[in-house]
């Protein structure tokens, strides 16, 4: 199946700062990508859908201010987490697809706030 | 998309097959039942899907009821490996949005 890659796995930052994670599909071209958010023994929270070259749809209840989305290209997509704070710790998940096709989905990055 | 019941967690015998239920009762005649898996601090993983017919691949078998209000999904020889939880999802295919929406799923725990 399709390969999707997040960078960085792990980040632990200092509140207040920003962090940027990265999600690549290696070996296809990815119209549309998706964000999810999970917290600890919970399941899977859909934060947003972005699709190439236009702005990303959030999901009620999140902050777009918060959580910027960048889906420059058709295999690159940036999820941005603002001034984080220890409630955003959260394992984040990206996904990507192909004109609505199956999605496939990152090994996830754990973010940890201090 | 319509909503999903799994049962919280199962165990299941290394060797044997594990039947997983998945109830859907308001699923729509355009709606999809997907199977994905997620092994923990992994990101989910895809199993299986189908629309009405029985579906069998490499991984698992997906038996859809004649009604389409329930499924099993069939790992035929559980290992220790296939110890995840495992999400039972319907939605319309190729829909604009495309969008998952994830249950609490069954958590599947395979013992030896």
């Known amino acids: 199946g399709a390969v999707v890659s997040q960078h960085p796995s792990r980040v632990i930052c200092k509140s207040g700062t920003s962090v940027k994670i990265e999600c690549r599909s290696l070996?296809?071209?990815?119209?549309?990508m998706f964000w999810y958010r999970q917290f600890p023994k919970q399941s899977l929270m859909l934060m947003a859908t972005s699709n190439e070259g236009s702005k990303a749809t959030y999901e009620q209840g999140v902050e777009k201010d918060k959580f910027l989305i960048n889906h420059a290209s058709l295999t690159l997509s940036t999820l941005t987490v603002t001034s984080a704070h220890p409630e955003d710790s959260s394992f984040y998940i990206c996904s990507a697809s192909l004109w609505g096709d199956e999605q496939f989905f990152g090994p996830g990055t754990r973010l940890t706030v201090l | 998309d319509a909503k999903t019941t799994q049962p919280p967690s199962m165990d299941c015998a290394e060797g044997r097959a594990a039947n997983l239920p998945c109830n859907h009762s308001?699923?729509?005649?355009?709606?999809?039942v997907y199977w994905y898996r997620q092994i923990h601090s992994q990101g989910p993983q895809y199993i299986i899907h189908g629309l009405k017919n029985n579906e069998t691949n490499e991984m698992a078998s997906l038996i859809i009821t004649e009604d389409r209000k329930s499924s099993t999904l069939i790992l035929p020889h559980a290992t220790l490996r296939d110890t995840a939880v495992y999400y039972c999802i319907v939605r319309v295919n190729k829909a604009a949005g495309n969008k998952l929406t994830f249950g609490g799923g069954t958590r599947v725990l395979v013992k030896p």
């Open positions: 070996d296809f071209q990815a119209t549309t």
């Open positions: 308001t699923i729509s005649g355009n709606e999809y």
